[in-house]
DNA sequence: GCCCTGACTCTCA
DNA sequence: CTGAGAGCCAGGG
């Protein structure tokens, strides 16, 4: 039969993003190529800021998506310093007991190093 | 299809 | 630490 034309409202590549994002534990935060590898998506740490962008605020499959627990690879916040964003983003990351000094955070404390068991969950969705 | 832009990353100075 | 340059890829004009 004819294909009907479904317009897909969600990006394929987005959404897998997003539920690896959503993997990241409480308190912990991951980089933005760390979450393209952890996506099958390696080398495309643009992508991914692009993705949480679009992000629905109503979050995707029942869970919200916690953007801002993702950074750059230097630990730093990836808005201009001052704008809105990075004020919402510092204070996301503050309320769950992350530690922001300045743009940065502590990539030793705070950076998300998932087990076995985390790894294969976002693997098989 | 070409050109520019961007919530990126790595390397080198 | 800062900055420049080069890869990188998807979107939009």
Do not use: C
């Not at 998506?41 to 953007?67: F, M």
């Amino acid at each position: 039969m004819t294909v009907t034309k479904t317009k897909s409202p969600v990006n394929p590549k987005h959404s897998k993003i997003w539920q690896t994002v959503q993997a990241i534990p409480v308190g912990k935060i991951a980089s933005y190529g760390q979450i393209a590898d952890l996506a099958g998506l390696p080398g495309r740490a643009r992508l991914v800021g692009k993705a949480l962008g679009t992000a629905p605020k109503e979050g995707w499959r029942g869970q919200s998506v916690p953007w801002y627990r993702v950074l750059n690879s230097q630990g730093k916040i990836s808005f201009p310093l001052g704008s809105e964003n990075f004020e919402r983003q510092k204070n996301l990351l503050q309320d769950e007991q992350v530690v922001v000094i300045g743009v940065r955070v502590k990539l030793k404390e705070f950076q998300w190093q998932p087990d076995l068991a985390e790894l294969l969950f976002v693997l098989e969705h």
